[in-house]
């Protein structure tokens, strides 16, 4: 069993290719839950976890409002719902926009430090604007872990700076290195 029951991970502008890269690398028993956060449009015809399970050795699914939390999955929010995860289960909402997004990164970050707190990692990736920064805030006051992608790597630098300006993080890291990292985490 993994120290870190979830990772959450919050991506914006270029984040399919450091989320798709991410995922590649975990393993079929990582320990821990998987949940993505990524911008997107509201397409009710994208599926961004099809695309995504091509290329991920657990399976990868958006989740309907209560699904159950599980090892060795990947949760992707859907389209123009902040996704929120509560102890033992996930819930989606339809409240307003955070720094214009829905879904928004710093909804997953924070209810993600509520439920989980020192058994949280929290993974901030390119984005264009600053949301996530204080949603990693909350995963590490809680006790969590805070990674960052490497902002010169980052093909928008905005929120993993936003993120160092406002958090003293566990480590910034290029994509490989951070997909390291999480399976040495998890899998301990």
């Not at 409002?65 to 989606?92: N, Q, R």
């Not at 993974?123 to 204080?134: I, K, R």
């Amino acid at each position: 069993m993994s120290a870190y029951e979830v990772v959450a991970i919050g991506a914006s502008l270029g984040g399919f290719h450091a989320v798709q890269t991410i995922l590649r690398g975990l393993p079929a028993r990582l320990g821990s839950s998987v949940v993505v956060t990524q911008h997107r449009r509201p397409d009710p015809d994208s599926r961004l976890s099809d695309l995504l399970s091509r290329h991920c050795l657990l399976p990868v699914s958006e989740p309907e409002d209560k699904t159950i939390l599980l090892h060795d999955h990947v949760y992707i929010a859907p389209g123009d719902y902040h996704m929120l995860v509560e102890p033992g289960f996930l819930a989606l909402s339809v409240d307003p926009p955070v720094c214009y997004a829905r879904p928004s990164i710093d909804v997953l970050f924070e209810s993600v430090a509520d439920a989980y707190g020192p058994a949280a990692i929290g993974v901030m990736l390119t984005s264009s604007n600053e949301d996530g920064a204080n949603g990693a805030r909350a995963i590490k006051r809680s006790g969590g872990k805070v990674y960052v992608q490497d902002p010169a790597e980052a093909e928008s630098p905005v929120g993993p700076l936003a993120t160092l300006a406002r958090t003293p993080v566990d480590g910034v890291l290029g994509i490989e290195a951070l997909t390291e990292a999480l399976i040495r985490l998890c899998k301990r």
